[in-house]
Structure formats: structure tokens, C-alpha cells
């Protein structure tokens, strides 16, 4: 079955860390490019980092850049965040989402259920 | 403010078609054909409905079509079904330090 599971999500004080996980299943994890986009409660999109298939290459949004860092193990199939310094304005439904094979063309064609940030005191 | 631009709203009735807007700018959408549009209903998470402009992912109706006029793309849903009700956003791939950039999205509504 072709998923992406986010985990890792929770409460967390401003300042503090946290690293979020998504693990695939059911395609070639080792060739595609994998994104983290987030969704703060109702609100729209927000592309937050890029990596790509074999971890060369990594690029971020400028409200993440400095904070966040993604990486990968493409032995055990996961995809990572972790996430220092965290505001308030990190709150949000995080989702892992499948890139494309090899080059980037900056879509986004499977998506997880999210795993949500609360960053609050 | 989101850096494309999408009406916040449109409707239709069942078997009309619908057309949805993104305007950005020649640093993204009129500069590359990495527009796709993303179907997100209530609780779930977003779909892939069209990519690089105009492609449908296999599966995805052909009601669905996209296409791009300079700096604005567009996204046409034909013979509206009451399925078709949620939340619409375009990407962009940007040519500024952030590599992708999101409309804030269009809530069709079936009536």
C-alpha cells in the first residue's frame, strides 16, 4: 500500500525542539525527492523544506531557514524534521509529501494525514 | 497574504463548470510550468489534481484541466458534481529563496 505516516507531532513550549518522522511504504523511497508542507489551523498551504532523493540537496522556506533541518535514511524508508527554536507561529498540521523521482518539478503527487504542532506555554 | 493569488470563493451548480484562478507573477507562474493545483476537502489531506499546468495524475477525472495565460493560471472543473465541494490551492515553483509558493486557496461550493 503506497503511504506516507507522519509522527512526532505534540505540545511544545517556544524555544524548545522537536523532530517529526514519516515513514513510506509501497514505492522506491531512495528515488524521490520528499517534501515537509504545513497547514496552520485554518489556514492554507505552506511549503516548508525540500530533500532531495539521494539527501544532496536541501532547501528551505525563509520562515524555517536557520531553524529547521530535513533530512532522510533511505534504509529505513523515513523522512525527517527537526525543528529548533520553535514560535508560536510554527503551530501547525504538518504533512510529509512525496516529491518526483530523481529531479525536482515541484509537485507533490502523495500526501500523509499530518501530524500536528502545537508550539504554545 | 499568500504569494499567489486565488478568489476566495466560487460556486457552481451540478453539471456547470467552474473556472478558478491563480495569479502570481513572471517569477513564478508566468516564468515555469511547475504550476500544480491540490483538492483538499474538510479534515483530509490535499490531492493532487494537476501538475507541470496542465497534466492530470492518472486516476483524477478528466473533468479536471488546467492551463496557464502569462502570469495567471487557471483551473476548469466541468459537469460539477457534489464531490467536488472543498478546497482548492495552486503551487508554484519561484525563482526567490523560497522554492515554492502557495495560493491561499478557493472554496467551491456546490450548490
Known amino acids: 500500500q503506497v503511504q506516507l505516516v507522519e509522527s512526532g507531532g505534540g505540545v511544545v513550549q517556544p524555544g524548545r525542539s522537536l523532530r517529526l518522522s514519516c515513514g513510506a511504504s509501497?514505492?522506491?523511497?531512495?528515488?524521490?525527492?520528499m517534501h515537509w508542507v504545513r497547514q496552520a489551523p485554518g489556514k492554507g498551504l505552506e511549503w516548508v523544506a525540500d530533500i532531495s532523493y539521494d539527501e544532496r540537496d536541501k532547501y528551505y522556506a525563509d520562515s524555517v531557514k536557520g531553524r529547521f533541518t530535513i533530512s532522510r535514511d533511505n534504509s529505513k524508508n523515513t523522512l525527517y524534521l527537526q525543528m529548533n527554536s520553535l514560535r508560536a507561529e510554527d503551530t501547525a498540521l504538518y504533512y510529509c509529501?512525496?516529491?518526483?523521482?530523481?529531479?525536482?518539478?515541484?509537485?507533490?503527487?502523495?500526501w500523509g494525514r499530518g501530524t500536528l504542532v502545537t508550539v504554545s506555554s | 497574504q499568500s504569494a499567489l493569488t486565488q478568489p476566495a470563493s466560487v460556486s457552481g451548480s451540478p453539471g456547470q463548470s467552474i473556472t478558478i484562478s491563480c495569479t502570481g507573477t513572471s517569477s513564478d507562474v508566468g516564468g515555469y510550468n511547475y504550476v500544480s493545483w491540490y483538492q483538499q476537502h474538510p479534515g483530509k489531506a490535499p490531492k493532487l489534481v494537476i501538475y507541470?499546468?496542465?497534466n492530470r495524475p492518472s486516476g483524477v477525472s478528466n473533468r479536471f484541466s488546467g492551463s496557464k495565460s502569462g502570469n495567471t493560471a487557471s483551473l476548469t472543473i466541468s459537469g460539477l458534481k457534489a464531490e467536488d465541494e472543498a478546497d482548492y490551492y495552486c503551487?508554484?515553483?519561484?525563482?526567490?529563496?523560497?522554492?515554492?509558493?502557495f495560493g491561499g486557496g478557493t472554496k467551491l461550493t456546490v450548490l
Open positions: 509529501a512525496k516529491g518526483t523521482q530523481y529531479a525536482d518539478y515541484w509537485y507533490f503527487d502523495l
Open positions: 507541470e499546468v496542465s
Open positions: 503551487s508554484s515553483y519561484t525563482s526567490s529563496s523560497t522554492l515554492v509558493v
Open positions: 509501497g514505492f522506491t523511497f531512495s528515488s524521490y525527492g
